[in-house]
């Protein structure tokens, strides 16, 4: 393959690349979360790949217990607006 060949793939595969990520900001995400805390305020914590979120909002008229494994709703990649969305 030529270099001018390699280079075409090469800005192929850059722009295949960006237009992923713009796609991740178009569809909502689901990611499973452990509860790590019932907060007073009707909020939980949650831990996600080791990474432990504080303030959590669930769907009204659920509740969750420590330990519960749940599913996590990421509105088009916004984690600010992430909801814990059920139990498993």
């Known amino acids: 393959m030529s270099n001018k060949d390699e280079k075409i793939l090469e800005t192929m595969d ?7 990520k713009n796609l991740e900001n178009i569809f909502d995400k689901h990611i499973e979360a452990k509860i790590t805390a019932v907060n007073l305020d009707g909020t939980y914590g949650i831990s996600i790949n080791n990474q432990t ?4 909002k669930c769907r009204n008229g659920s509740t969750f217990l420590v330990n519960d494994v749940v599913e996590v709703l990421i509105p088009r990649g916004n984690f600010s607006r992430m909801i814990i969305d059920y139990k498993y």
Do not use: A, Q
Not at 14 to 20: A, D, E, S, V
């Open 14 to 20: 850059i722009m295949i690349k960006n237009r992923n």
């Open 53 to 56: 979120i504080s303030s959590v």
